[in-house]
């Protein structure tokens, strides 16, 4: 797993400074837009590189765990579920599902807390601060 | 002398009723949005302006700045005890902040930050009475190559915050550099790295970002540490309370970042985040407890604050007498006074006194206010983050959805979140820094443009970087933070053989 992230930021890196000679490195007198983005690309390529070949030599290893999947998987829920039942609703249900399924906590603590959490956030960024809510059905309402 | 005169008659309205509602007003609602991941000063201005048309401009400009500064107060809240960061400025806070929390001091973390915003704060807007329309023409002073070479030279001291894996940090570098060129270049104003996506048009927006890199990752690894246990557990509100010694620590940090932080603040385009970051890696490098700073120092949170407060007081200066706002809120507030009809520029000290030494008068009071505001908060917030994990973290999972949709109103921010989250567990576990590609991300947009239009005023002449005494000021204060590990090496060899 250590070798994920430097692995990625040289792929990155090669798509960066490649593109950036589309951009033009030096235009009207000045740097050029792909000036900057070479710079990035080709460091990400050396550095991740480096790390790699270190990472090789020492034998180090990344701490990855299975649990790290589930943070994502709720976020991904959560944005399915906000085109369905609204961001807000959708929020509140991840709350409570979270708790009693993973945390196992009693349905009544997770109930108090989702609903809880979410009419905080309705006041606050719904009704206070007018911010443009994903409603779902009830936009139908 | 004249203006001690003018300041005390500015006190004098300042103190109606009125006023001092409107002040309170501002700072009460400042440290609310501020506190709230995703929303910072820009977002609460722009929300109160509408509510100040029927106020007169005095009253309405009180509010206002109220509002702007206790943002930076409340900006750090969330950075200290969620790892969220409310608003940009406050990024760096949450790097020693939150550690603090960690090791169960939130308390002493959330004082050291409201004490030394408002020594910053108050050095600030001391410093923009003495000297507002000086301050302002030192600050045009800085044109694009001063400015270029101010931000490279920031960029240089990344060194001292790559810690031991330095490949890692520079890395990182890589990475937030990276981020910084997508949206619109400025050499030709084409679309870069945008894939076809218009929320990326103007680049990736700095709250999703961060509210991913900090609040996500960290979420991910309180779950992956498994224990049911509260981020800080039986803190008692005498813990919170500074010692003498640390506060003998900070006091110099904050005057110095108070007074450094108010200059950068008047710069056009600098702002209240490049003179956090600067403060930062300055403290690091100077330091005499610089060891300690990025492990969970009170210094690490104490610069950083004095400074963005500092930069907010300091962002009046061009404001005011030259009608020139050095970033985006005080931008939306120059919009504000020409509703008003009143006209910033030079003539305003003179033909509006009342008005301009009333809203000075209002920023001492509001800074006072903010002070009890936030000591009062502190207790609440303490005992706030002391819940089981269990409860916590899926509603900071849930603050992270709904404050990174709130920077644009799109679930594209919310992905980019996710995006961001994934990345910041992964540089993580692979012990790569990200306090390294956040400081490119923020400066390394302002280094392309001032170069660029560097070489715009002079048709391509590099010449114009050598101009001026501050430009070689700059030159030579990055030549000797380049050299300076090869000079020390030197002269350590040159010392062991004498």
Not at chain 2, 306 to 326: E, H, Q, R, W, Y
Not at chain 2, 473 to 488: A, D, E, G, R, T
Request: positive net charge; glycine residues 12%; proline residues 5%.
């Amino acid at each position: 797993m250590g070798y994920v992230f430097p692995g990625l930021s040289i792929l990155v890196g090669i798509y960066w400074a490649v593109k950036a000679f589309g951009y033009r490195l030096w235009v009207l007198n000045g740097p050029g837009g792909g000036l900057f983005p070479l710079i990035a690309g080709i460091m990400a390529i050396v550095f991740g590189a480096v790390l790699i070949i270190r990472r090789y030599r020492t034998r180090e290893k990344a701490d990855f765990s299975i649990k790290s999947v589930l943070p994502i998987a709720g976020v991904i829920g959560i944005i399915i579920a906000s085109y369905i039942i609204g961001l807000i609703p959708a929020l509140g249900v991840f709350i409570i599902l979270w708790m009693v399924i993973y945390e196992k906590e009693k349905w009544g603590k997770s109930i108090a807390v989702g609903v809880g959490t979410a009419l905080v956030l309705w006041l606050v960024f719904d009704l206070w601060l007018a911010v443009p809510l994903p409603m779902g059905v009830f936009e139908l309402l | 002398m004249e203006n001690i005169a003018l300041l005390l008659h500015g006190f004098s309205i300042a103190f109606s009723l009125e006023n001092m509602a409107a002040a309170i007003f501002g700072a009460v609602v400042g440290l609310i949005i501020g506190a709230m991941p995703g929303l910072g000063g820009i977002t609460g201005v722009s929300l109160l302006l509408p509510l100040t048309f029927g106020m007169n401009p005095t009253t309405a400009i009180i509010a206002l700045a109220g509002l702007y500064y206790s943002t930076m107060y409340g900006g750090a809240f969330s950075a200290i005890l969620l790892n969220i960061p409310g608003d940009s400025p406050a990024v760096v806070t949450s790097i020693d902040g939150f550690k603090l929390t960690q090791k169960g001091l939130p308390g002493k973390a959330l004082n050291a930050s409201t004490v030394s915003s408002f020594i910053g704060g108050t050095i600030g807007i001391i410093i923009l009475t003495v000297s507002g329309p000086l301050l302002a023409r030192a600050g045009l002073a800085f044109g694009a190559p001063e400015l270029a070479l101010l931000v490279l030279f920031a960029l240089t001291s990344i060194g001292w915050l790559l810690g031991d894996d330095i490949p890692g940090g520079l890395l990182a570098t890589a990475i937030g550099l990276m981020f910084a060129t997508v949206g619109v270049d400025p050499a030709l104003g084409q679309s870069r790295y945008s894939f076809g996506q218009i929320s990326l048009l103007s680049g990736i927006s700095f709250i999703p970002m961060v509210v991913g890199f900090f609040g996500f990752a960290q979420v991910i690894d309180m779950i992956i540490a498994g224990d049911d246990g509260a981020v800080a557990t039986h803190v008692r509100i005498r813990d919170c309370v500074p010692t003498w010694k640390e506060i003998k620590m900070m006091l110099p940090v904050s005057i110095r970042q108070g007074i450094i932080g108010t200059f950068v603040g008047v710069m056009p385009g600098a702002g209240a985040t490049t003179s956090a970051f600067l403060s930062y890696i300055m403290e690091k490098r100077i330091n005499k407890y610089r060891d300690e700073i990025g492990t969970g120092s009170m210094i690490g949170v104490a610069a950083p604050e004095s400074s963005n407060n500092a930069a907010a007081a300091g962002a009046f200066a061009p404001l005011l007498t030259l009608g020139i706002p050095g970033g985006a809120t005080t931008a939306v507030l120059l919009g504000g006074l020409m509703m008003w009809g009143l006209q910033p520029g030079p003539l305003l000290f003179t033909e509006q006194p009342d008005f301009v030494w009333s809203l000075i008068a209002s920023m001492y009071i509001g800074n006072v206010i903010c002070l009890v505001l936030a000591f009062v908060c502190i207790p609440v917030l303490v005992r706030a983050i002391s819940v089981s994990k269990k409860v916590l973290v899926p509603v900071i999972i849930a603050v992270c959805v709904i404050a990174a949709y709130a920077n644009s109103y799109t679930m594209f921010d919310v992905v980019l979140m996710l995006i961001c989250g994934v990345l910041g567990y992964l540089m993580k576990i692979s012990n790569i820094p990200t306090t390294p590609m956040l400081l490119t991300f923020v400066l390394g947009p302002m280094l392309e443009q001032y170069v660029r239009q560097s070489f715009d005023m002079t048709r391509g002449d590099p010449s114009i970087f050598f101009r001026g005494g501050i430009c070689w000021f700059f030159i030579i204060l990055i030549l000797l933070v380049s050299f300076s590990p090869l000079l020390k090496k030197l002269y350590t060899k040159a010392r062991s053989k004498a």
